[in-house]
């Protein structure tokens, strides 16, 4: 047989499909599991990675607060700043000590989950995981919009186009992270070192300045397009006045989100996990607090008023003031915007970590769908990481890019997943009382409280603001995840009764049927039939429901001039319901309660988008329905045209080329021969060339070419009586079968007159034995069945695996 170029004869080798070519290209290199170690984060870059969300957040939480204190108090605004953020840093400094403890107890990525579900249960801690994955979508969309906002006020230009520049960021961040950890480390880490570089750079000018006295303020009266300024301070402890600085409190607890962050990914810091994180917790709330303090200063002595559009931002109006408007001053100012964008922009980045971890972690506990476990191509949760995408992406949609629109949805979550961490923390510490667990115990109560009095504000303050949208999520979500489980642990439970009773003994049946189901005569059918066989059943029947005379009857002359050996039955099926019909038949023929069934299915398969389009899925519905009858299973036989039409078309061109008197190029076409009449030549071809090699019941037949019995051999066939013999043959199958307590190695051996099983007991393995080799087996040979059986032969392995 010449060799050929095509799918099936390359070495057995499985072609890449055009996905994974796609995604190759994009990402890179697969990462195997051995390399998931090496995928773990230093302290440095721990810190710019799982950072950038807390630390950006300094950037637009103090023109939050102004932006709920303006409207009201007017310049008392620049005032009342101070004292606010004082508190904002107190909670801040009690939510920092406690996560401390966290991440040094649970070193295990989920964070303030795992507190929770430790110390509350699962079911409780649903309540967390919620909060959670509510705040890591919306942590994108509030990251990227402001970041948008930096952008536009170094060039206004840009503004109008913010919806689609924050799209594009989502996007972009997706595939730096869907191309692994470190990939995305690399890229991330160095804003937060430059934001905070150049903003503790404009603080500490902007106090030297103050100090000189050559920092002057900004007048709002005459700034247009900024918040409308209040009537003063007048009503200053009125029921309005405190609505209005619990609003702005609230505001401005979007400064404190991403702490969180590093305790959901304890796990991808290098060991010792937990005191690595902690050293990173606390660095990082050093930073936020230095910034917030010192952004927060600035603007009670610039007066830097908020834009209702969103640009130019506080921030970015204190920098101007600050750094002037020489060159220098400029390039600075200029340096604080790029600064600000790519930290905000890359903010979002700290989500990509943590959901992944948290979602994994929820769906180990069976609490979310498990193809949230699966890492993908470069050793990531793929599949989390494309769901944060898609709603972060549809968030930013509903709500036009814009901050203080998606502020409401977004400190409930934060500060609920706080008030769990530091409540379970104090349970932990009072159920174990360790050393010194009175002072923590004290800290982890306190951040819980407090976290808790911040939570129920912001649901109060900011309810008509869209703070009851996540509300409503938290009294849809919860009881959904409560019910996952449910349905989890009830498939576990079935599963586990099963396995762990005693097994009831195989049935056993008197008599065993085999249906193929007959739609044409093809190849598909044929290997279909050769299965069937194999199965060695008391009758096999072939079955053709009649929908169309015509092709029945052409069906009935293809099958009868083949002589496959086994009878072909057509039913009629007049109102053309195939499921019913061979449900039907099945279930008549078990109406013996000794009969057991197999319907056996040749599905021809296809390539998916195409073949989803061209052919339906009947062999699919057939097996559901059948499947569902006792004493009856369906087995589908596939059969792949499309790598086969490239093999004959492969051989094709090689015989073309033979013909013509050169080699044949390995891409060469066959189309000049008739294109498909051709290659329906040749599939009937190989059908002969399959019928020949079948071995119909009663009548052993020899390929043209087949190598016979060598010199010295007995012929299978003529072992009909039990004696001593010397047989030669090819391995048809290899079965591992139990006895007792112990295992045979079953081979079945063929040659052109027959069948013989050598079993070999004690063994599960010979090397070398393999279905295609061919071996030569000496002595005693009985008959059981039917057929010659020998026991323990000794064998000689003649020749590896044979061409057809």
């Given at each position: 047989m010449p060799k050929s170029t095509g799918l099936l004869e390359r070495g057995g080798s499985q072609p890449?499909?055009?996905?994974?070519?796609?995604?190759?290209?994009?990402?890179?290199?697969?990462?195997?599991?051995?390399?998931?170690?090496?995928?773990?984060?230093?302290?440095?870059?721990?810190?710019?990675?799982?950072?950038?969300?807390?630390?950006?957040?300094?950037?637009?939480?103090?023109?939050?607060?102004?932006?709920?204190?303006?409207?009201?108090?007017?310049?008392?605004?620049?005032?009342?700043?101070?004292?606010?953020?004082?508190?904002?840093?107190?909670?801040?400094?009690?939510?920092?000590?406690?996560?401390?403890?966290?991440?040094?107890?649970?070193?295990?990525?989920?964070?303030?989950?795992?507190?929770?579900?430790?110390?509350?249960?699962?079911?409780?801690?649903?309540?967390?995981?919620?909060?959670?994955?509510?705040?890591?979508?919306?942590?994108?969309?509030?990251?990227?919009?402001?970041?948008?906002?930096?952008?536009?006020?170094?060039?206004?230009?840009?503004?109008?186009?913010?919806?689609?520049?924050?799209?594009?960021?989502?996007?972009?961040?997706?595939?730096?992270?869907?191309?692994?950890?470190?990939?995305?480390?690399r890229s991330f880490a160095i804003p937060t070192y430059l934001f905070a570089g150049s903003v503790i750079l404009m603080i500490v000018v902007g106090l030297i300045r103050e100090a000189l006295g050559q920092l002057h303020p900004y007048d709002p009266a005459t700034m247009h397009g900024t918040y409308m300024l209040g009537s003063s301070t007048s009503g200053i402890i009125s029921v309005v006045m405190i609505f209005t600085l619990l609003r702005a409190f609230a505001n401005g607890g979007a400064s404190l989100t991403g702490i969180e962050a590093v305790s959901d990914a304890v796990g991808a810091f290098r060991p010792p996990e937990g005191i690595n994180a902690r050293r990173v917790l606390v660095a990082e709330g050093i930073i936020l607090g230095t910034l917030v303090a010192g952004i927060g200063w600035l603007a009670h002595i610039t007066h830097a008023t908020p834009y209702t559009a969103g640009y130019p931002t506080v921030l970015a109006q204190e920098a101007q003031k600050v750094f002037g408007s020489a060159f220098i001053g400029q390039s600075l100012f200029y340096l604080v915007q790029v600064a600000t964008m790519l930290i905000l922009y890359t903010g979002g980045n700290t989500s990509f970590n943590g959901f992944p971890f948290l979602t994994s972690y929820v769906a180990g506990d069976s609490f979310l769908p498990r193809w949230l476990l699966k890492r993908g191509h470069r050793l990531v949760f793929s599949n989390a990481i494309i769901l944060l995408t898609i709603t972060s992406v549809a968030l930013l949609i509903i709500k036009d890019a814009?901050?203080?629109?998606?502020?409401?949805?977004?400190?409930?979550?934060?500060?609920?997943?706080?008030?769990?961490?530091?409540?379970?923390?104090?349970?932990?510490?009072?159920?174990?009382?360790?050393?010194?667990?009175?002072?923590?115990?004290?800290?982890?109560?306190?951040?819980?409280?407090?976290?808790?009095?911040?939570?129920?504000?912001?649901?109060?303050?900011?309810?008509?603001?869209?703070?009851?949208?996540?509300?409503?999520?938290?009294?849809?979500?919860?009881?959904?995840?409560?019910?996952l489980n449910t349905e989890y642990r009830a498939e576990a439970e079935v599963l586990e009764t099963v396995t762990g009773e005693q097994p009831p003994p195989p049935p056993h049946y008197s008599r065993r049927v085999v249906f193929v189901f007959v739609d044409s005569f093809d190849l598909a059918t044929l290997a279909a039939l050769r299965y069937a066989r194999s199965l060695r059943p008391t009758s096999i029947r072939a079955v053709h429901f009649v929908i169309d005379g015509l092709r029945a009857e052409r069906l009935r002359e293809k099958w009868t001039r083949a002589d496959r050996g086994v009878a072909l039955d057509f039913i009629d099926c007049p109102d053309r319901r195939l499921i019913k019909a061979a449900s039907d038949l099945v279930e008549r023929e078990i109406q013996d309660p000794g009969t057991h069934v197999t319907v056996i299915l040749p599905r021809r398969s296809y390539s998916p988008l195409l073949g989803r389009l061209l052919h339906d899925r009947t062999a699919d519905k057939i097996a559901a329905v059948v499947s569902r009858i006792p004493r009856s299973a369906a087995t589908i036989v596939p059969y792949d045209v499309?790598?086969?039409?490239?093999?004959?078309?492969?051989?094709?061109?090689?015989?073309?080329?033979?013909?013509?008197?050169?080699?044949?190029?390995?891409?060469?076409?066959?189309?000049?021969?008739?294109?498909?009449?051709?290659?329906?030549?040749?599939?009937?071809?190989?059908?002969?060339?399959?019928?020949?090699?079948?071995?119909?019941?009663?009548?052993?037949?020899?390929?043209?070419?087949?190598?016979?019995?060598?010199?010295?051999?007995?012929?299978?066939?003529?072992?009909?009586?039990?004696?001593?013999?010397?047989?030669?043959?090819?391995?048809?199958?290899?079965?591992?079968?139990?006895?007792?307590?112990?295992s045979v190695l079953a081979v079945e051996i063929h040659d052109p007159t027959g069948n013989l099983t050598a079993m070999f007991y004690g063994r599960s393995n010979i090397p070398g034995l393999i279905c295609g080799s061919r071996v030569r087996l000496q002595g005693s040979a009985g008959i059981r069945d039917g057929q010659p059986v020998m026991i323990n032969p000794a064998y000689e392995l003649v020749s590896a695996v044979e061409e057809e």
């Open positions: 890449e499909g055009l996905w994974y070519t796609a995604k190759r290209r994009l990402l890179g290199p697969p990462l195997v599991n051995e390399q998931l170690g090496e995928q773990r984060l230093s302290k440095p870059l721990a810190l710019g990675v799982l950072s950038p969300d807390g630390i950006s957040s300094s950037a637009y939480g103090t023109e939050e607060i102004l932006i709920a204190l303006v409207p009201m108090v007017g310049l008392a605004a620049f005032t009342l700043i101070l004292p606010l953020t004082l508190v904002i840093l107190f909670v801040m400094t009690l939510v920092v000590l406690s996560y401390r403890e966290v991440v040094m107890v649970y070193i295990r990525p989920g964070g303030s989950y795992v507190v929770a579900r430790e110390n509350f249960g699962p079911r409780i801690a649903q309540v967390c995981a919620v909060a959670l994955l509510i705040d890591y979508v919306v942590t994108v969309a509030v990251q990227i919009a402001a970041g948008t906002a930096a952008v536009a006020s170094a060039f206004p230009a840009v503004g109008p186009y913010k919806l689609e520049i924050c799209v594009g960021v989502v996007l972009l961040m997706c595939y730096g992270n869907l191309r692994g950890l470190k990939e995305a480390g814009d901050v203080n629109n998606l502020v409401p949805l977004y400190a409930i979550g934060v500060f609920t997943a706080f008030t769990m961490a530091g409540f379970g923390m104090a349970k932990y510490h009072h159920t174990r009382r360790e050393q010194g667990w009175r002072y923590k115990f004290a800290i982890n109560f306190s951040a819980g409280a407090l976290s808790l009095v911040v939570v129920l504000i912001f649901a109060v303050v900011k309810f008509t603001e869209g703070a009851w949208v996540v509300l409503v999520l938290f009294a849809i979500l919860v009881p959904a995840l409560i019910r499309p790598s086969r039409v490239e093999v004959l078309q492969s051989r094709q061109a090689a015989v073309k080329a033979a013909k013509a008197g050169k080699a044949p190029r390995p891409a060469e076409s066959v189309k000049s021969l008739d294109g498909q009449a051709a290659i329906a030549a040749e599939l009937a071809r190989q059908a002969d060339v399959v019928s020949q090699h079948a071995l119909p019941d009663g009548k052993p037949r020899r390929q043209q070419g087949q190598r016979g019995p060598s010199k010295g051999t007995t012929p299978i066939g003529s072992v009909t009586t039990p004696r001593k013999v010397t047989v030669e043959g090819k391995v048809r199958v290899i079965e591992i079968r139990p006895v007792e307590h112990n």
